[in-house]
């Protein structure tokens, strides 16, 4: 496997990372603790040494489970957890779900270190922007865990370029997690130019498209009942069908390269810029071996053109979240 830096500051990732929420979290019935925990060590003798948690999937318990199952390799990988919900007890603000304050995030990092089985969380992402605290007030208090010894790097997640800036100017910015797939492309505009200025690594969630772009999810799909993207309206079985065009593509690119529609999405995010590390997440070792496959395949700059070509042509159906939840993104 292949390493990638994220930001200037040394930290150093495989080029495909996993993301770990839906080991337990978010995804149909919970799966086996058992099999999850064997599923992050074979991800770590594939070579993935970048796994992703939040505080807020459980809550709590995917910490749990991730700590567990990488306590034995520590030294080898790189944690990031996020912070940043009000999760009720003492002091919960009880507003709209975020709390940034910094004595919550303080608290926060003491709760995560502590699941995680870390001395220092290795990249602490903010996982909302929180509109009541000036975000140079978070970039201060993280400044202050790192000073301390708990936090190695800071991250946001779907933060916008704006809020990018004035968070770096406090306290450097190792990494912007957000959305980002060949059927999201609204980080390019500005959220990808400022990362690239300002020297900061980009970390793409759900870059396959919550599975879509598997070519495995089709307008027939059943979700279970805690399975979010039955509340998405990209995932409605109207939009699923309109879609299908975008994954038609990825097979047609595949068959030329020997590769799944999967493995081209993700090689092709890897060709956008060498400081983009995605992290797709599974819960089927099949599928982790397939996704990390993709760090093999290389795109030419002609098959990158031609794809962008030919996406250009294609018109995406459906929000990606409900509009409540979708104005509370890229502030």
């Known amino acids: 496997m292949q390493t990638r830096k994220l930001g200037n500051n040394g930290l150093t990732v495989s080029a495909i990372g996993l993301g770990c929420m839906g080991l337990n979290y978010h995804r149909g019935p919970a799966p086996n603790r058992k099999e999850m925990i064997a599923l992050i ?20 318990t995917n910490e749990e489970l991730v ?5 034995p390799f520590r030294k080898d990988v790189v944690i990031a957890t996020k912070f940043g919900h009000d999760l009720g007890g003492a002091g919960s603000r009880g507003s709209d779900g975020l709390d940034s304050r910094p004595e919550r995030i303080r608290q926060a990092a003491d709760g995560s270190l502590k699941r995680l089985r870390l001395e220092a969380v290795d990249l602490f992402y903010q996982h909302r922007v929180d509109p009541h605290v000036p975000i140079e007030d ?35 910015v190792a990494a912007i997690q957000s959305e980002y797939s060949l059927w999201w492309r609204q980080p390019e505009t500005e959220v990808l130019p400022a990362c690239e200025e300002l020297g900061i690594g980009f970390v793409p969630f759900s870059p396959l498209g ?6 495995k999810i089709d307008e027939t799909t059943t979700f279970g009942d805690n399975d979010n993207r039955t509340s998405l309206p990209r995932f409605t079985p109207e939009a699923r069908k309109a879609n299908r065009p975008v994954v038609d593509l990825l097979e047609q690119i595949g068959a030329q390269k020997q590769a799944t529609p999967a ?5 092709w995010l890897l060709a956008q810029k060498p400081w983009i590390v995605p992290i797709p997440g599974t819960t ?11 760090a093999a395949i290389e795109l030419t700059p002609d098959d990158i053109r031609c794809i962008d070509a030919a996406v250009a042509q294609i018109t995406v159906e459906g929000d990606r979240y409900p509009q409540a939840e979708a104005e509370r993104t890229q502030r």
């Open 284 to 294: 089927k070792l099949s599928r982790l071996e397939e996704n990390v496959a993709a």
């Open 67 to 71: 700590g567990e199952a990488l306590e």
């Open 41 to 60: 060590r074979a991800a770590v003798e594939r070579g993935v040494t970048f796994f992703d948690s939040a505080e807020v999937y459980g809550p709590f």
């Open 263 to 267: 493995q081209i999405a993700l090689a």
């Open 138 to 172: 978070v970039a201060g208090a993280v400044k202050d865990l790192i000073a301390e010894g708990k936090v190695k790097h800071f991250g946001l997640s779907e933060a916008g370029a704006s809020t990018i800036r004035r968070a770096h100017a406090v306290q450097p």
């Open 210 to 215: 919550r599975g879509f772009l598997t070519g």
